[in-house]
């Protein structure tokens, strides 16, 4: 069920600018990715100094004054840690609606610490199934039709081929018993191959379940990041973009997801966006790095955004 608006695609030339100095071409409008920056999910976490500064680095404390002056969104990760539906949903709320007062334009990051849709424990996937519909009605309620959540995959404990089977159940039945105008999109995290995910997406086969490309969690697997976009291309909705030095040799698996700026990694994040744009023109993409200024200047530099 492909993403990609044919005639656009077909419209739509790769470009290569001239020299460092050259100010390049601007893309028109209805070429451009919307992009937005990731919140921080700070509330509800119980942490040392040395962990906070781990969690902050994957969002920012000041997203609303960067993403106000370049009409950048934010993509809401307050709900990215599951307590902050219950008993800190108060002080949440109070914190997202200051926020979204001043930014409508948001995407909601969804809770995924120890959430396992394909779980053989069946007590496990009603959780699993609770706080997904939580996440839905916390996107009703800030306006938020994009909703990014993790597959829930766990190496260690299920086949791939179970994995997905359970998974498509799973999904199929959730999008049956909970109708409307939004988009889930499924995000690559420790997942080390594109199948997992878009075999899940082929069988759920539905217009409102889509897939989040991670491109800096694809640079720390086996394969590269170019191949996971060309697969995930059919059911491509949203990128989490970052940058990391990929994986390094003798490391634990993962332990390189620094979350940096998008020039500040191996990653050719150019290259990219600009294949992202030639196989779905209508992609969205969120900063999820602490670097806001340099990767913002990054993007202008570019032809991403508006000098």
């Known amino acids: 069920m492909p993403c990609c608006n044919r005639s656009s695609l077909l419209e739509y030339r790769y470009r290569k600018y001239g020299s460092a100095g050259e100010t390049p071409p601007k893309r028109t409008e209805e070429k451009m990715i919307k992009f937005y ?8 976490y119980d ?3 040395e962990t906070k500064e781990e969690v902050i680095s994957y969002g920012a404390m000041n997203t609303v004054e960067a993403a106000l002056p370049d009409g950048l969104g934010l993509e809401i990760a307050e709900f990215c840690i599951a307590e902050n539906l219950d008993d800190n949903l108060e002080e949440t709320d109070k914190v997202v609606r ?6 409508p334009d948001i995407i909601l990051h969804g809770p995924y610490n120890e959430l396992v849709p394909c779980a053989i424990d069946t007590r496990v996937r009603q959780v699993a199934w609770l ?3 939580q996440a839905l009605e916390a996107a009703k309620r800030y306006g938020a039709r994009k909703i990014v959540f993790h597959g829930g995959y766990v190496p260690s404990s299920y086949y ?7 998974s498509v159940i799973f999904w199929k039945k959730f999008l049956a018993e909970h109708p409307g105008d939004y988009q889930i999109c499924l995000e690559n995290v420790i997942e080390d191959d594109p199948k997992l995910l878009t075999d899940i997406a082929a069988g759920v086969d539905d217009p409102r379940f889509k897939l989040c490309l991670d491109v800096g ?18 059911y491509l909705s949203h990128l989490h973009i970052h940058n990391n030095q990929g994986r390094q040799p003798g490391a634990k698996a993962f332990s390189g997801d620094q979350h940096k700026g998008l020039p500040n990694g191996v990653i ?12 779905c023109p209508d992609v ?3 900063i999820e790095s602490s670097e806001i200024a340099e990767s913002v200047s990054w993007l202008k530099e570019n032809g991403y955004l508006g000098a």
């Open 37 to 44: 920056l990731s919140t921080t999910a700070d509330i509800g």
């Open 47 to 49: 942490y040392n100094e």
């Open 98 to 103: 200051k926020k979204t007062a001043l930014v």
């Open 131 to 133: 706080r997904y519909e």
């Open 160 to 166: 791939g081929g179970y994995f997905t089977y359970q």
């Open 217 to 234: 969690h694809c640079n720390l697997t086996p394969v590269e990041p170019m191949q996971w976009l060309e697969a995930f291309a059919p």
């Open 268 to 279: 050719d994040m150019k290259a990219i966006l600009d294949r992202a744009l030639e196989l």
């Open 284 to 286: 969205t993409a969120t």
